[in-house]
């Protein structure tokens, strides 16, 4: 047992396993928060706890939450005529770090694939369709990566409202061919969307 | 609130502000376990908790325990006539990745240093001399990096060790200049530590 106890293996085992993060990254972190006595550790698990317990996603556009209903589709100062549809909750955080969009989400949770057999059915693309037809929206936003997967999911979401009425805009030139929006820089990703176009 | 909730951008924060990790690194550590219904999260803050309440420093050599004293100085099968001292907890978890040295550690928990003002009593050398001289160790291993306050301390501990009788030895060549052991891989500390050196 190299490394102090059971619990700082087993601590350190589960810390490599995350996103971006090894063996060697994970042992450093460990230190690090064991050295700092500052209670940082405690903090860190009573956060994570919290969060565990209490993260949902919102019943009405798939975000992040600790509610029913998240704090943008309970906001009466965002708009409700306007709907930016995302593939996951990492892009509406992106999209919200660029203060440029004021109106409502809806997170696909992925992109149509015929590889992985995902239908219009698992990102609840119907219900997307209801969803807008109902609120009386005007402007639906496709912000979807420019990737072949999100491209593909655009036009088909495109030509599902094709005959409601509602205006269906993409984000504009300014997305990088084959970018995913999360790793974009927030400038550019506000640009794209100020700019966005008329499918 | 861009990202779910107060304790989502407060565990944002705190994950981004550890070592090797930043704000983008951590929101998306965060999304993984969010996302991760395995209860993950949960465990990682229980683990958390446990290894803040519980982790001290071992009261004969420094490294981190969950004990008074730590499983490698209670191991009736380590040979107490070999005590190998370290700059850090890092660098002794290093070495024992090696599987090669079977003594107990000394941990310093630093080095000598001009600049920073950090002198002998700092760094505990009279209790190592201490200890070294109680224990009736034979043969003491400066495992310290090879960098100029590595060095600087190395020699420091020799000089004070000399009267002693006690053997002085360092690692091989094989540690490259500058180097910090916590970067190499097993392979080369182990190589070193059996090609240690008298000093
Ligand atoms: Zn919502
Ligand atoms: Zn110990």
Excluded at 61 to 72: K, L, P, S
Excluded at 85 to 108: M, T
Excluded at 125 to 139: K, M, N
Excluded at 153 to 180: C, K, N
């Amino acid at each position: 047992m190299a490394e102090g106890s059971d619990d700082i293996q087993a601590l350190i085992a589960l810390l490599g396993r995350l996103p971006g993060l090894g063996p060697r990254s994970a042992r450093r972190i460990v230190l690090h928060l064991i050295r700092k006595r500052s209670g940082q550790m405690s903090q860190l698990a009573q956060l994570l706890d919290s969060v565990a317990v209490n993260s949902r996603e919102c019943l009405t556009c798939g975000n992040i939450t600790d509610r029913d209903e998240c704090a943008i589709c309970t906001d009466p100062a965002r708009a409700s005529g306007e709907i930016c549809v995302v593939e996951d909750v990492a892009d509406l955080w992106a999209l919200e770090r660029g203060h440029v969009f004021r109106g409502r989400y809806h997170v696909l949770g992925g992109t149509l694939s015929a590889l992985d057999e995902i239908g219009p059915e698992d990102l609840g693309i119907p219900a997307l369709v209801d969803r807008v037809t109902r609120e009386g929206v005007s402007e639906v936003i496709l912000a979807l990566n420019a990737t072949v997967d999100g491209q593909t999911t655009a036009h088909y979401i495109a030509d599902a409202l094709d005959s409601s009425g509602i205006t269906v805009t993409g984000l504009a030139q300014g997305v990088p061919i084959g970018g995913e929006l999360d790793y974009l820089d927030d400038g550019t990703i506000s640009a794209a969307l100020r700019a966005r176009r008329k499918l």
